[in-house]
């Protein structure tokens, strides 16, 4: 066992296609660790955000941050920007 804090724990789980993928809960966020269909040595974490959907025919949102992020020396930013930036999310 290795030490340090748990921050979750994910179910396995398999596709029809018996494909393995993992899902799990990070705080109020989904999340789902599944293989990239390309490089299968690559795994991709997914983070979504089900209270922001209200019905099950809209898609679920994107998982966001839960404080605004800091820059380069530690001030946060003034706005209120708590979305995850476009290049770190996947589909």
């Known amino acids: 066992m290795i030490d ?3 921050l ?5 789980r398999r596709n029809p296609a ?3 993928f993992f899902t799990g809960r ?3 966020a989904l999340i789902v660790l599944i293989r990239d269909d390309v490089e299968r040595d690559v795994w991709r974490l997914i983070a979504t955000d089900p209270s922001r959907a209200s019905s099950r025919s809209e898609p ?3 998982a966001r941050l839960p404080a605004r ?3 380069e020396d530690g001030w946060y930013q003034t706005e209120l920007d ?6 770190v999310q996947t589909e």
Not at 8 to 12: A, F, G, K, M, P
Request: glycine content about 12%; cysteine-free; overall charge negative.
């Open 4 to 6: 340090g804090i748990e």
């Open 8 to 12: 979750s724990s994910l179910r396995q």
């Open 18 to 20: 018996g494909d393995t």
């Open 26 to 28: 990070l705080g109020n």
């Open 60 to 62: 679920v949102s994107p």
């Open 69 to 71: 992020p800091a820059d």
């Open 82 to 87: 708590d979305d995850i930036p476009e290049d």
